[in-house]
């Protein structure tokens, strides 16, 4: 079982890019605090690697079960994200302005748009944000593709930024939920991430997540 566990770990394409940023990180200040970051990374995981990274980290997934849901229905006040459990909006103040439900809330008629024309000449995407709107909370997604292959499912998305501990696993988990509300099994899903990064104080986390610790907790910045 130890043997399967390394094995599993050292196949885990999340595992590594968090080694790549912990080996061939830059560092960097900004207003939420020191990140160790790499630019224009890429992410192709099939449901192979999904299984490994959802049995191989904590994953919040009831909460962002509701999250999602919540997103999807165009929910913005942060008390009824707190009624779910979750509490990681409190910082926004009462009202999310601009943020994930504002645009989520199109992607129920984009997914059933999806299964209605079945098309695999088409290219479905939902946009997230403009770059000169005010927000208190701006999407760290930008873009999500949904395309038909061989009749399978290709998911392909883009983040302007990523927090490599929390942002990240949270951003996957929903595009695989997106994935299993469409009628076509999945491929893939391929995330290209403009900066993503770990934060000073997640470092020594990440390092015993990645030598086989279980339960690792980590820290959220705002």
Excluded at 198 to 204: A, F, G, H, V, W
Aim: with cysteine.
């Amino acid at each position: 079982m130890r043997c399967q566990k390394h094995h599993s770990m050292a196949t885990n394409k999340y595992h590594q890019i968090l080694r790549r940023i912990l080996d061939s990180g830059k560092r960097q200040s900004n207003r939420k605090g020191n990140i160790v970051y790499l630019i224009n990374e890429q992410l192709s995981l099939t449901p192979a690697d999904l299984l490994d990274i959802f049995e191989g980290h904590g994953i919040a997934r009831k909460k962002l079960r509701s999250e999602l849901k919540l997103f999807m229905s165009g929910e913005r006040s942060v008390e009824k994200y707190r009624e779910a459990g979750i509490n990681w909006w409190d910082y926004c103040g009462s009202i999310l302005v601009n943020s994930y439900p504002t645009y989520f809330e199109k992607l129920p008629p984009l997914l059933a748009r999806i299964n209605s024309e079945r098309r695999s000449s088409k290219n479905y995407v939902l946009f997230l944000g403009a770059t000169d709107a005010e927000s208190n909370q701006a999407p760290c997604l930008s873009l999500v593709q949904f395309q038909i292959e061989d009749s399978e499912l290709v998911i392909t998305a883009y983040q302007r930024s990523s927090d490599a501990n929390l942002g990240l696993p949270a951003d996957i988990y929903h595009l695989y939920l997106m994935a299993r509300h469409i009628d076509f099994p999945l491929k893939s899903i391929t995330l290209f991430l403009g900066n993503v990064h770990i934060y000073e104080n997640n470092l020594d986390s990440t390092r015993r997540l990645l030598a086989g610790e279980d339960a690792v907790k980590f820290e959220l910045n705002v």
